[in-house]
T-cell receptor, first 115, second 115 residues
Framework: NAGVMQNPRHLVRRRGQEARLRCSPM?????VYWYRQLPEEGLKFMVY????????ESGMPKERFSAEFPKEGPSILRIQQVVRGDSAAYFC?????????????FGSGTRLTVV | AQSVTQLDSQVPVFEEAPVELRCNYS??????LFWYVQYPNQGLQLLLK??????LVKGINGFEAEFNKSQTSFHLRKPSVHISDTAEYFC?????????????FGRGTQLTVWP
């Protein structure tokens, strides 16, 4: 039973390029959450998705960031025209529908470096 | 709205000493509480959670936490630490009954265990 799989583990992009981060949830988990961890800070919520639906995107920056969780395939967090301030660790978590009782399972993260 | 305060950003201790990592929260509604551990370059792993019932919760690796509703605290303790406990520890809450399942994290406490 594989855990939450994120790839790539490390991603280097030049300023202005696009970054695509992938997350495959655990088997049986239909809810996906993306969090961002800036240096020396805790995790900040970005977006909550279910299959083909964005449920809560209140933590997403208004521009350049988008997320999707298609019917088939992994969830994708896309950052367009990256800037140095986007350098961070991005974590995906998945959960069964009754999240409050069971909590999350986190992936190992994608560490994005913008040069 | 919810917020979590971890009062100590760094806690250095010697091996086999007891340790307490402090966590206070603020919320207008009842919450579920969690402690996560993050080892270097890894994702977050659930240590323990409080959902209801006994206010003393036991988790993995010999950790335990006590929920104190009147003081809105959820401090993490271990009677005797090992060098392998060196990691970042995060306290988190989520509102009970919320369908959003969003976690609110503290900024983290770096526990360093010295030989």
């Amino acid at each position: 039973n594989a855990g939450v799989m994120q790839n790539p583990r490390h991603l280097v992009r030049r300023r202005g390029q696009e970054a695509r981060l992938r997350c495959s949830p655990m088997k049986g988990h239909s809810h996906v959450y993306w969090y961002r961890q800036l240096p020396e800070e805790g995790l900040k919520f970005m977006v909550y998705l279910q299959k083909e639906n964005i449920i809560d995107e209140s933590g997403m920056p208004k521009e350049r960031f988008s997320a999707e969780f298609p019917k088939e395939g992994p969830s994708i967090l896309r950052i367009q025209q990256v800037v140095r301030g986007d350098s961070a660790a991005y974590f995906c978590a998945s959960s069964p529908p009754s999240t409050g009782l069971y909590g999350y399972t986190f992936g190992s993260g994608t560490r994005l470096t913008v040069v | 709205a919810q917020s979590v305060t971890q009062l100590d950003s760094q806690v250095p201790v010697f091996e086999e000493a007891p340790v307490e990592l402090r966590c206070n929260y603020s919320s207008s509604v009842s919450v579920y509480l969690f402690w996560y551990v993050q080892y270097p370059n890894q994702g977050l792993q659930l240590l323990l959670k409080y959902l209801s019932g006994s206010t003393l919760v036991k988790g993995i690796n010999g950790f335990e936490a006590e929920f104190n509703k009147s003081q809105t605290s959820f401090h993490l303790r271990k009677p005797s630490v090992h060098i392998s406990d060196t990691a970042e520890y995060f306290c988190a809450v989520t509102p009970q009954g919320s369908t959003l399942g969003r976690l609110y994290f503290g900024r983290g406490t770096q526990l360093t265990v010295w030989p």
